[in-house]
Each structure stands twice: as structure tokens, then as C-alpha cells.
């Protein structure tokens, strides 16, 4: 059975603050937990008025407090943002804490504006340039301490936490598949490589310590509530968000509308639309269909799902109904 998993912005609405939506994370992560979803992740995003996640490994460790089994992590940290072995030490500390249940999903992005990038990285080429090698330097910290190795990360060293590739183009199939390691695609904003990536990554695949045959997770939006109409109301603040981000006008997460008709303009519906293109959204029957069909086409080990609703008992409702859809869906 294809599993299902979260990745969770951390989303500040309209109205509310940073404190509110951690708290609303906590919550979150105890419905994924509770709905049998496999894993909880984070993602590294700065500079946004709509996203409480920028210290990424702080509200990983909130997730991990409201939570027993569930894994939780990353989806991910962008690694150039920081020096590797400083990752080690955060992702070490999160599995003592958190024992067998932590992932470092990683990606290579700014997950930012560049005035916001330059800020964090300094030197925007040096982190790009490098992030092969500063996942191999990062694996280093996390492996078990070498007889000649004389610069460790502690908590890290012997962690073993595993390490995920993230990304939303053809470079990072090509190195996940090189290093062995695990593939999650930002299909949920990045649709259009998604076939092509996944045939690179599965056929180049190079077995490794940490993995000896690929493992791909697929995202998607997700909006779940008990009718179709429901479901596309709360569907319009996902869809308002992308139209303000090709505005430039990114703020905090907007309240649903009764219809998108007046909001966007016909190019920027049929952009959205298109990016959106994967989202599984609507009642229970709708929403399978969609599903079905979106792991038929990428043969998916695990969908990742993004619910980034406004109303948090709508959130909660959400994971629930996707929780139930699972254990109807057919064995793969």
C-alpha cells in the first residue's frame, strides 16, 4: 500500500502569528500521527510573511513533542544556506531526542527572495556549486567517527540519520540516483519534469549504504473535506497564494473565497492551474480518483501532501478523510 505523508509550511494566516501556527503544526502532526501517516515534514522557507518554519529543526522538535511513532523531518533544509556540519549538530540532536524517528530531507534552493538569500549564503554560487560535496561532507558527520577523522559533530556522529534528496529539476535526479539516496519531486509546485525525473533517478540508481533500490516520494496539494464544493472552497487560498506569489505580493495565508472568478486574471488562472495541476482536492469519491491516477502515473513508494488550508479544523478534517482514502486504495 502506497504510503501517505505530510509536509507541513507551517502556515501563518491571516489574522494570526508565528506562535499560532506552531501550535497549529503540533496539532497537525498529531492527526497525521493518528490518521497512520508515515511521516511529518518540515520545510526551510525565510523572509515570509505566510511560513513559521524558518528554524526549521526548532518546530521539527515541536512536531516531535507532539508525537510518539510518526517519523519527522525535513522537507526539506536548503542545505547551501548553511555550513554542513552545523546541520549534523541540529540533526543529531533531533534523533537523541527523538530515537529512529528523524529524516534530513535536503534541497539545494535559496527557499527564499535573493536580497533574503544573499543574507543567509553570502555567496549564492560557492553554496550551489558545492552541494554535492557538502552532502557527502554532511553524511561524514552523521556516519560512524573514522580512525583518522579529527573534526566531529556532537550530538551527530554515529547518528545515522538518513538523508533524502529533494527537488523539483533533472540535476537533482541525476544525484540522487548517483549517491544512492532517496527521492522526493516538488510535484506540487513543480510539475513538469515529474515523468522524466523519475525515469532518470530509477534508471541510473546506483545502490548504497543507505539504500539499495530507489524510493521515490511524489507530492501534491491536498484538499479533503466531505464534498467536492468544500473542498474547492478551501482549495482558493492555495490558489490565491500563487497568484500573489507571481504578483509579488506574497503576505500571510488568505481566507478562502466563495469563487476565484474577479480575483485572477485569465493568464494567471491558466498559469495557476497548470501548476496546480496534481493537487488532489474534493470530497471522498473525487479526491480517490485524483489520487489513483497521480500514483498510477509516478509509481510512487509514498505521496507527500501539502494541505494548506486556512480554517485548522478544516486542516485536521483534511488529514483525516486522506487517512481513511488509504486504507481504501488498491495494494500496489
Known sequence: MTAFSILDLCPIIDGSNAGEAIAATRAMAKAAEDAGFTRFWLAEHHGMEGIASAATSLVIAEAGHATRTIRIGSGGVMLPNHAPLVIAEQFG?????FPGRVDLGLGRAPGTDMNTARALRRNLETGANSF????????TYLGDRQEDQRLIAVPGMGAKVPIWLLGSSLYSAHLAAALGLPYAFASHFAPDLIEEALYIYRSSFHPSAQLDKPYVIAAAMGVMADTDEEAAYHFTSVQQNFVN????????????LETMDGYWNEMEKI?????LRYAVVGGPETAKQKMTRFIDM??????ILSMHIY???????SVELFGKMRETLPAR
Open 93 to 97: 540532536t533531533l534523533e537523541a531526542m
Open 132 to 139: 554535492p560535496d557538502d552532502i557527502i561532507e554532511l553524511q
Open 245 to 256: 506569489m507571481r504578483r509579488n505580493a506574497r503576505g500571510k495565508m488568505p481566507k478562502p
Open 271 to 275: 498559469s495557476v492551474e497548470h501548476t
Open 298 to 303: 509516478t509509481a510512487a513508494d509514498e505521496i
Open 311 to 317: 480554517s485548522l479544523e478544516a486542516r485536521l478534517k
